[in-house]
């Protein structure tokens, strides 16, 4: 479900983009996040933990519980609550330790 307008702000509901999500091209609302974009299409599920391979998604929604981790855009273990989604980004599952990092890079 999204809202087409917020019932107390009164702000509407952005233009239609699509992403990618695990191969799946998906429909979203520009302004919303990775995060509300994968629930709004019914995927509760981002990912697994690597060790128990318990089921991850959208705990706090604060960018503070690293639970929702996702690739975005090749960038592995991207915080999806709080990254705004873009028309055309790449969103895939992460199931497995992050490769190591360059400093200099994000
Ligand atoms: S749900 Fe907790 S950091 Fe995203």
């Known amino acids: 479900m999204q809202l087409e307008k917020h019932p107390i702000t009164g702000r509407k509901a952005g233009k239609e983009i699509q992403f990618l999500f695990n191969g799946e091209l998906l429909k ?11 629930m709004a299409n019914g995927i509760k599920e981002f990912g697994k933990s690597r060790k128990l391979l318990q089921s991850r998604g959208l705990y706090c929604a604060t960018g503070r519980c690293t639970n929702c981790f996702v690739t975005i ?22 199931n497995a330790d992050p490769t190591r990092r360059e400093p200099n890079e994000n």
């Open 28 to 38: 979203a609302k520009e302004g919303q996040t990775v995060a509300a974009a994968l």
């Open 73 to 94: 855009n090749g960038l592995e273990h991207s915080i999806s609550c709080t990254t705004v989604l873009e028309d055309g980004m790449k969103v895939e599952s992460n």
